[in-house]
């Protein structure tokens, strides 16, 4: 069983920029939640998607947006960067349906924004 | 608004020791709550969780107590080793609120040999 992969492990961008991260959801989960995870906090809700669609959305500006492709996996996509965005971006995929929806996380895309 | 909290930022326990960690939530719409260890340079690993149906859940070393009433929920690891060293979050969702994990801030748990 493949468990939930990130890309990429780390990201160096400039304020004003556009950065794209990937997440593949483990084999058998159709749904994909993002977190940011910012310096001694716990991860953050961003948004979540299901059969493709946004399927809830946390606290974040529209300048973070997503997908979800066919085959389950997902981007997350953050236009116009500010220094505040730097921190650890986190996916999880799980099975909407299931008894119960234990999210599993991948290890996280480490994104520094100066 | 902090729905779910973690009081206490670090722990320190001694190897075969038990390991108590505390969690507390407000929302009373949550119905399924997880723990989560987390390794430096890692993404959390899911540990256990409980349903709001029961009130406690073993697996191996690790059980969870959850007290609907008081709103609290704690994680026992006995006996303790070295390698449960780490950062343990606790989490809570709702179907009501599409299962969305609301996080606390975590517990630095040190388990010395």
């Known amino acids: 069983e493949t468990g939930v992969t990130q890309s990429p492990t780390h990201l160096i961008k400039t304020r004003g920029q556009q950065v794209t991260l990937r997440c593949s959801s483990q084999s058998g989960h159709n749904t994909v939640s993002w977190y940011q995870q910012a310096l001694g906090q716990g991860p953050q809700f961003i948004f979540q998607y299901y059969r493709e669609e946004e399927n809830g959305r946390g606290n974040f500006p529209p300048r973070f947006s997503g997908l979800q492709f066919p085959n389950y996996s997902s981007e997350l996509n953050v236009n116009a960067l500010e220094l505040d965005d730097s921190a650890l971006y986190l996916c999880a995929s799980s099975l909407t349906g299931a008894y119960q929806e234990t999210q599993y996380f991948g290890p996280g895309t480490r994104l520094l924004v100066l | 608004d902090q729905q779910v909290k973690q009081n206490s930022p670090s722990l320190s326990v001694q190897e075969g020791r038990i390991s108590i960690l505390n969690c507390d939530y407000t929302?009373?719409?949550?119905?399924?709550f997880l723990w989560y260890k987390k390794y430096p340079a890692e993404g959390p690993t899911f540990l256990i969780s409980?349903?709001?149906?029961?009130d406690k859940n073993e697996d191996g070393r690790f059980t969870v107590f959850l007290n609907k009433s008081a709103k609290h929920l704690s994680l026992h690891i006995v006996p303790s080793q070295p390698g449960d060293s780490a950062v343990y979050f606790c989490?809570?969702?709702?179907?009501?609120?599409?299962?969305?994990?609301?996080f606390g801030a975590g517990t630095i748990l040190r388990v010395k040999s």
């Open positions: 409980i349903s709001s149906i029961k």
């Open positions: 929302n009373s719409m949550f119905d399924y």
């Open positions: 989490a809570a969702s709702a179907r009501k609120y599409g299962n969305k994990l609301v």
